[in-house]
Protein backbone atom coordinates (compact mmCIF):
# COMPACT_ATOMS: atom_id res chain seq x y z
CA UNK A 1 0.00 0.00 0.00
CA UNK A 2 1.00 3.70 -1.18
CA UNK A 3 0.62 6.33 1.21
CA UNK A 4 0.53 9.95 -0.39
CA UNK A 5 0.61 12.88 1.73
CA UNK A 6 0.13 16.67 -0.40
CA UNK A 7 1.08 19.57 1.01
CA UNK A 8 1.42 23.21 -0.54
CA UNK A 9 -2.05 24.42 -1.28
CA UNK A 10 -3.44 27.31 -0.11
CA UNK A 11 -5.20 30.82 -1.16
CA UNK A 12 -2.98 33.04 -3.60
CA UNK A 13 -3.68 35.89 -5.94
CA UNK A 14 -4.00 35.88 -9.16
CA UNK A 15 -0.10 36.12 -11.28
CA UNK A 16 1.28 33.99 -8.07
CA UNK A 17 3.06 31.18 -7.30
CA UNK A 18 2.72 28.24 -5.63
CA UNK A 19 4.76 24.69 -4.59
CA UNK A 20 2.77 21.52 -4.24
CA UNK A 21 4.53 18.35 -2.19
CA UNK A 22 3.75 14.74 -2.43
CA UNK A 23 5.49 12.63 -0.06
CA UNK A 24 5.03 8.91 -1.20
CA UNK A 25 6.13 5.92 0.80
CA UNK A 26 8.65 3.49 -0.46
CA UNK A 27 10.66 3.85 -3.33
CA UNK A 28 10.34 6.09 -5.73
CA UNK A 29 12.15 4.56 -8.26
CA UNK A 30 9.12 1.62 -8.39
CA UNK A 31 6.66 4.18 -9.33
CA UNK A 32 6.66 4.06 -13.40
CA UNK A 33 4.50 7.17 -13.41
CA UNK A 34 3.67 9.91 -11.16
CA UNK A 35 1.13 12.78 -11.90
CA UNK A 36 -0.68 15.95 -10.34
CA UNK A 37 -4.40 15.66 -11.41
CA UNK A 38 -6.98 18.42 -10.51
CA UNK A 39 -10.67 18.82 -9.89
CA UNK A 40 -12.52 21.75 -9.87
CA UNK A 41 -16.40 22.20 -8.55
CA UNK A 42 -18.51 20.63 -11.24
CA UNK A 43 -15.92 18.84 -12.93
CA UNK A 44 -14.12 15.89 -13.96
CA UNK A 45 -10.60 15.46 -12.79
CA UNK A 46 -8.26 16.04 -15.22
CA UNK A 47 -4.77 15.48 -15.86
CA UNK A 48 -2.21 18.16 -14.96
CA UNK A 49 0.89 17.23 -14.89
CA UNK A 50 2.50 14.11 -15.54
CA UNK A 51 6.10 12.33 -14.71
CA UNK A 52 7.13 9.05 -16.02
CA UNK A 53 10.25 7.09 -15.34
CA UNK A 54 12.09 7.44 -17.81
CA UNK A 55 12.45 11.16 -17.41
CA UNK A 56 9.97 12.01 -20.15
CA UNK A 57 6.70 14.37 -18.79
CA UNK A 58 3.74 15.62 -20.07
CA UNK A 59 1.15 18.79 -19.48
CA UNK A 60 -2.34 19.74 -19.53
CA UNK A 61 -2.47 22.50 -22.41
CA UNK A 62 -3.12 25.34 -19.92
CA UNK A 63 -0.31 24.24 -17.81
CA UNK A 64 2.18 24.70 -20.13
CA UNK A 65 4.88 27.10 -19.90
CA UNK A 66 3.61 28.24 -16.25
CA UNK A 67 3.61 24.63 -14.67
CA UNK A 68 7.01 22.44 -13.43
CA UNK A 69 6.66 18.94 -12.26
CA UNK A 70 9.79 17.31 -10.94
CA UNK A 71 10.88 14.42 -8.10
CA UNK A 72 13.32 14.47 -5.84
CA UNK A 73 14.33 10.63 -5.82
CA UNK A 74 16.59 10.62 -2.20
CA UNK A 75 13.09 12.45 -0.82
CA UNK A 76 10.84 10.30 -2.22
CA UNK A 77 8.27 13.53 -3.14
CA UNK A 78 6.86 14.64 -6.08
CA UNK A 79 6.62 18.62 -6.23
CA UNK A 80 4.47 20.84 -8.78
CA UNK A 81 5.91 24.26 -8.86
CA UNK A 82 3.03 26.62 -10.15
CA UNK A 83 3.93 30.24 -11.76
CA UNK A 84 1.46 32.84 -12.90
CA UNK A 85 -1.87 31.18 -11.53
CA UNK A 86 -5.22 32.01 -12.91
CA UNK A 87 -8.62 32.09 -11.24
CA UNK A 88 -9.44 28.74 -13.31
CA UNK A 89 -6.05 27.24 -11.84
CA UNK A 90 -8.78 27.20 -8.66
CA UNK A 91 -9.13 23.09 -8.03
CA UNK A 92 -8.15 20.38 -5.42
CA UNK A 93 -5.08 18.94 -6.65
CA UNK A 94 -4.56 15.34 -6.29
CA UNK A 95 -1.10 13.66 -6.42
CA UNK A 96 -0.95 10.47 -8.40
CA UNK A 97 0.73 7.16 -8.58
CA UNK A 98 1.39 4.12 -10.73
CA UNK A 99 3.37 1.11 -10.20
CA UNK A 100 3.52 -2.71 -10.89
CA UNK A 101 5.72 -3.20 -7.58
CA UNK A 102 2.48 -4.29 -5.24
CA UNK A 103 3.41 -6.08 -1.70
CA UNK A 104 7.20 -6.39 -2.12
CA UNK A 105 7.33 -8.14 -5.72
CA UNK A 106 6.85 -7.45 -9.09
CA UNK A 107 3.48 -8.12 -11.00
CA UNK A 108 1.41 -7.62 -13.77
CA UNK A 109 -1.35 -6.13 -12.45
CA UNK A 110 -0.87 -1.85 -11.96
CA UNK A 111 -2.20 -0.71 -8.75
CA UNK A 112 -3.03 3.10 -8.90
CA UNK A 113 -2.77 5.08 -5.77
CA UNK A 114 -4.39 8.32 -4.54
CA UNK A 115 -3.08 11.46 -2.13
CA UNK A 116 -6.37 12.78 -0.45
CA UNK A 117 -5.87 16.37 -1.68
CA UNK A 118 -4.92 19.77 -1.29
CA UNK A 119 -6.98 22.77 -2.33
CA UNK A 120 -5.80 25.89 -4.09
CA UNK A 121 -7.89 28.80 -4.26
CA UNK A 122 -6.53 31.49 -7.13
CA UNK A 123 -8.72 34.67 -6.40
CA UNK A 124 -8.12 38.66 -5.49
Known amino acids: QVQLVESGGGLVQPGGSLRLSCAASGSIFTYHQMGWYRQAPGKEREAVAV???????NYEESAKGRFTISRDNTENTLYLHMNSLKPEDTAVYYC??????????????????WGQGTQVTVSS
Open 51 to 57: SFNDGNT
Open 96 to 113: NVRTYFNGGVWSNEESVY
